[in-house]
């Protein structure tokens, strides 16, 4: 499966910002798809996944509250609402499809390119 994940700017703080990452090739509707960010001179850290079927989310505790993910598998597409963001929301946003599992400990093998958020105080 390939992935394209979009949405990413510049926002201030207290903004809100949509990431959309669009999947093409293989069945979407089969893969647990999560999100991820790495911040500049950090480790990726795992920011949200979502169940193939939708059913079940979980996400990360610095973003609970702040952050939604959400699938439509007839679009093929997971969404990242991110809202009430943080100067430390700062980073490059991947999505990611599982082979095996979900959640934090899924096995992640298909990689979108990235987008950027950067939020300014």
């Known amino acids: 499966v390939q992935l394209q994940a979009c949405g990413g700017g510049l926002v201030q703080a207290g903004g809100s910002l949509r990431l959309s990452c669009a999947a093409s090739g293989r069945t979407f509707s089969r893969y647990p798809m999560g999100w991820f960010r790495q911040a500049v001179g950090m480790e990726r850290e795992f920011v949200a996944a979502?169940?193939?079927?939708?059913?079940?989310?979980v996400t990360t505790d610095s973003v609970k509250g702040r952050f939604t993910i959400s699938r439509d598998n007839d679009k093929s597409t997971v969404y990242l609402q991110m809202n009430s963001l943080k100067p430390e929301d700062t980073a490059v946003y991947y999505c990611?499809?599982?082979?095996?599992?979900?959640?934090?400990?899924?096995?992640?093998?298909?990689w979108g390119q990235g987008t950027q958020v950067t939020v300014s105080s």
């Open positions: 979502i169940m193939a079927s939708g059913g079940g989310t």
């Open positions: 990611a499809a599982s082979s095996q599992g979900w959640g934090r400990l899924g096995r992640y093998e298909y």
